[in-house]
């Protein structure tokens, strides 16, 4: 009997849910709101007859990436499918539907709440006052829906894109739209990259490097701005704000600009830096043209340009430590050393760790200093499309602009240009 009564408490709520599940609009009209409902089922009727047959089309396309490519039949150009825009015209399709699911979500969920108003004795709102309340309720999701699709569809679509190509053999030179058509290989490519020696040795020699990289970079760049910015701040220290002024200059000039100065001084051939070290009677550094040197002048010319960043926050961190926590430490005779990884580190890490994380994020992903610098080289024989200093981006972006190679082939490359 309890079961019954509960079930006839709630008999308003459980129709209009299932009626609108039913059929959209359809609960709005057992909840007597007559105007809601045809409008939810007009508005919904309107996009499915109209747009059924595109995301028909675009889910077909989407699953077999095209049936016919192009071809010349007596001397005319005859258009066939395109794997890539038939990709990209699914997953808007799909992007497309998932928000008309989500509208028929929602369609159910106002049908429920409104049930539910029933049930307690009171009267489905009218038109004109759900949309005030929907006015003042949810003003803030409508202001940020805009925004959401812009992002949906500018930044996610692409992501999705970039992911669903790794799982095809879109590859030159034999399937490269829209002379010939794009596959569908599952994990194919995933496979070689760790079963075929040659593809193996090149990722993980990349990846290793890739990761030294990052954490020495975001390492050395976070203690020689600690170190500038303590001694800048140190109090017997003078002129502070012409020392603030000449460390903060190198990050002030523009780091493309910066970048091909340091690849003329450095150059092999010209470079100044190489002709003062022989006029001293040395051997020319090959900064650039060795492998072991090449990463290390990464690394150098790095803390010229991401150093002056960190010594500006590690002194704005300095100045708003509580001078009292080392006047204690100083009256129990705590040493520098003590004071600088007892109170200075802690506090400096608890106020930078995001900052370092961002730090070493950005410098994983580091395109331009290692592409402007050295162009990934110099060459390594042994890895394909790519030189020693080449990170993962760079290597992809050499895969995929300069030699086609958006997948994998199975066989191995003719030529290991870098």
């Given amino acids: 009997m309890h079961v019954n009564q509960n079930a006839r408490c709630n008999r308003h709520r459980n129709r209009a849910a299932m009626l609108s599940l039913l059929f959209i609009g359809l609960g709005q009209l057992y909840n007597r709101q007559y105007l809601k409902g045809l409008i939810w089922m007009t508005v919904a009727q309107l996009f499915f007859w109209s747009y059924y047959p595109l995301a028909n089309r675009a889910i077909t396309g989407l699953i077999s990436l095209g049936e016919v490519p192009t071809r010349i039949i007596k001397g005319k150009v ?53 949309l005030k309340k929907a006015k003042f309720r949810n003003l803030p999701y409508l202001l940020l829906a805009p925004a959401a699709l812009f992002v949906l569809f500018v930044t996610v679509l692409p992501l999705v894109f970039n992911v669903l190509i790794a799982f095809t053999n879109y590859s030159a030179p034999d399937h490269i739209p829209d002379r010939s058509l794009v596959d569908w290989t599952g994990l194919a490519a995933f496979y070689d990259l760790f079963a075929q020696k040659a593809w193996r040795s090149t990722f993980l020699g990349i990846a290793v490097w890739n990761l030294i990289w990052a954490t020495v970079s975001t390492v050395s760049v976070f203690f020689s701005g600690l170190i500038l910015a303590m001694m800048v701040n140190h109090p017997r220290i003078r002129f502070k704000k012409f020392w603030r002024t000449a460390f903060i200059l190198p990050w002030a000039v523009p780091q493309f600009i910066s970048i091909l100065v340091f690849r003329v001084l450095l ?31 990464i690394i150098l010319v790095n803390l010229w340009f ?20 080392y006047e204690a430490a100083e009256v129990d005779g705590a040493s520098g050393s003590r004071k600088f990884f007892k109170i200075t580190m802690p506090l400096v890490m608890l106020a930078t760790a995001p900052i370092l994380i961002m730090q070493f994020a950005f410098n994983f992903n580091n395109f331009n200093l290692i592409y402007m610098l050295t162009d990934g080289n110099p060459n390594q024989p042994d890895y394909f499309y790519a030189g020693s200093t080449d990170i993962l981006i760079s290597w992809i972006y050499k895969m995929t602009l300069n030699q086609s190679q958006f997948n994998m082939l199975p066989p191995y490359p003719s030529s290991c240009s870098c």
């Fill in 267 to 297: 150059n092999g051939s010209f470079g100044p830096v190489n002709d003062w070290i022989a006029s001293l009677g040395f051997s020319p550094v090959p900064w650039l043209s060795d492998p072991t040197m090449a990463k290390i002048t």
């Fill in 306 to 325: 991401s150093t002056p960043f960190l010594m500006a926050l590690m002194s704005g961190v300095l100045t708003t430590m509580p001078r009292d926590l």
């Fill in 78 to 130: 005859v258009q066939g499918d395109h794997s890539i825009f038939l990709l990209i015209h699914g997953i808007i399709a799909v992007i497309i539907i998932l928000l008309f699911l989500g509208m028929y979500a929602m369609n159910v969920y106002d049908a429920k709440k409104n049930g539910e108003i029933r049930d307690k004795g009171g009267q489905a709102p009218g038109f004109m006052a759900s």
